[in-house]
């Protein structure tokens, strides 16, 4: 068994009321409860964080490895964008992960377009709203199946 860290970045504490266009209506505790599902019928374990705060995402990334994560699914948000202290963050502790966003960050204003994680992931799932977070949930089972 394996442990896997959710990691969910700013404003994604208002799932289900924030911009239901564009986020959908799912909750981030519905989203969280079904990857928790997934990975536990896989014979893992999800645990999930969200924070608001660059810093505490920091905080749980260094922390992982005592935590006994093996794999990040992680939704940086805004700090997508923005955040070279989360990449640097990532690249130190080289644990893999899949980059999820909700809405199709490609198909919105030019800014979103760049991410500072993508060319760091094992891969990016985008605009496919909750089920991005399914899908990350079987990559990671898949990753985590393959012989080191």
């Not at 990350?136 to 089972?141: D, E, H, I, Q, S």
């Amino acid at each position: 068994m394996a442990r896997v860290l959710l990691l969910n970045g700013p404003n994604l504490n208002l799932l289900g009321s924030r911009e239901p266009g564009v986020y959908g209506a799912d909750t981030l505790e519905s989203i969280e409860k079904r990857a928790a599902e997934l990975a536990r019928e896989a014979g893992h374990e999800l645990v999930a964080f969200q924070s608001n705060a660059e810093a505490e995402l920091i905080g749980r990334i260094h922390g992982a490895a005592a935590a006994g994560i093996s794999f990040l699914i992680f939704n940086p948000a805004a700090l997508t964008h923005t955040s070279i202290a989360l990449r640097d963050a990532l690249l130190a502790v080289r644990l893999p992960f899949v980059e999820v966003h909700l809405s199709n960050t490609h198909a919105r204003e030019p800014f979103r377009r760049h991410s500072y994680f993508s060319d760091i992931a094992a891969g990016v799932i985008t605009g496919l709203g909750a089920f991005g977070y399914e899908l990350a949930v079987r990559a990671a089972v898949r990753h985590l199946a393959k012989p080191s």
